[in-house]
């Protein structure tokens, strides 16, 4: 475990977050190398199936980013969004899902520090908890044979 | 019982509407829905506590949107579905006819989608009391558990999609599991797969489920997949207040929003 480096997913929005994430990386602050990070023109756009596939496919961690209510580059995006993750959190913890390991928030195109800081506090967080095994390994099953 | 029959006589009589679906002896000791369009066959409507199916179902297919105008036999469950479905464009007031029953078996009429509304706002839309306490078991259980709770019953499923065909609110044309460029989620029942389907199942019908049960109903593997329905419409209610087939002009819930939804996880 002591070797374990987290890999994580980062889904953000192109007007905001990944603005801000260009910033901190301009403005030379080091951040945990562990994120991927994959644009969308808006949070939007997320699908909550993109986060299970991420999970299924070997993510230990997921961010979503994107811009704060009422700065929304295409207005209510970023609504529907919220809406959409609150809902999507509650059922997914009553499945079971450790929703610990998906992060959300609002970052700017002016925060390049709080991007840096959320990467670097949620890596540490992930890093703690291990790796997904279980959704991993119910992933990679072809049938249960389970006795209720 | 009487009641009912000679309200649906009448009405089928003076050409109010062509056709009522209602509920029928089947094989078995078991009950089916039957679709009455002579006035002499009204009196094979039957209804008791085996009478449990939601009719509203058959409402929007479109065979028997091609029968002309119909009426239904509606206990609170297919009431709630009448308003949900005509909020969401899939009925129109003027299609259909419904004939209320209150939960002590007796016949109220509605002239109207309002007077519906009226009904159900004052009517007890809690959870039955089985379904309550399995919900509250699984509610204490830690995370872990739960997960192993939900994929040991979800490793059943044989992806039948029986659940998705007895659901009045999936009637998309095109579901999201039979687009096959991208395939998001695989035909096959595999464990993960299952997952999938009934979580993505359950966020398609967040704000929009009535709690028919319909869908656990259906299940040839006796999964309790209405309680994922179920946690929806409990959080639905809870943070934006509202429930679905409370009215016929709500805004659906996840196409809506409201610039002050409060939350406690966005960073």
Known sequence: MADFEPKIVAFVCNWCTYAGADLTGTSRIKYAPNVKIIRFPCTGRIDFMLLMKSFANGADGIIVSGCHPND?????????????WMVFRDLAEFMGIDVNRVCFSWVSAAEGAK?????????????????????????????????? | MDSIRKKVTELLESGAVKVVIGYGEGSDNNVKAIFVRKPQDASKLIYDERCVQNLAFYLMKHEVKHMGKR????????????????????????????????????LVEFSNLKELETY???????????????????????????????????????????????????????????CNQPQWITAEATPMGNVEWHLMRAMHLA??????GECARSC???????????????????????YAGAS????????????????????
């Open chain 1, 72 to 84: 929304c580059h295409y207005t209510s995006g970023n609504f529907h969004a919220r809406r959409r």
């Open chain 1, 115 to 148: 991007w840096a800081e959320i990467v670097n506090t949620f890596t540490d967080e992930v890093r703690k908890r291990g790796p997904y095994k279980e959704y991993i390994d119910l992933a990679k099953m072809e049938h249960k044979n389970v006795i209720l």
């Open chain 2, 71 to 106: 009426g239904v036999i509606a206990p609170l469950s297919v009431m709630r579905t009448v308003l949900q479905v005509a909020s969401e464009c899939q009925l129109k007031e003027d299609e259909v006819v419904v004939l209320g029953i209150t939960s002590e078996k007796e």
């Open chain 2, 120 to 178: 159900i706002s004052k009517s007890d839309l809690s959870l039955p009391a089985k379904e309550k306490e399995i919900m509250d078991k699984i509610e204490a259980m830690s995370p872990a558990e739960r997960w192993q709770y939900w994929t040991n019953q979800l490793s059943k499923c044989i992806k039948c999609y029986a659940c998705r065909a007895a659901c009045p609110m999936c009637y998309c044309i095109r579901c999201q599991v039979e």
């Open chain 2, 207 to 212: 704000g929009r489920c009535v709690n028919c």
């Open chain 2, 220 to 242: 040839p593997m006796e999964i309790p997949i209405n309680l994922l329905t179920y946690k929806t419409v409990s959080m639905v209610k809870g943070n934006f207040e509202v």
């Open chain 2, 248 to 267: 016929s002009t709500m805004e659906s819930v996840l196409s809506s929003y409201k610039s002050d939804d409060k939350e406690n996880f966005i960073r």
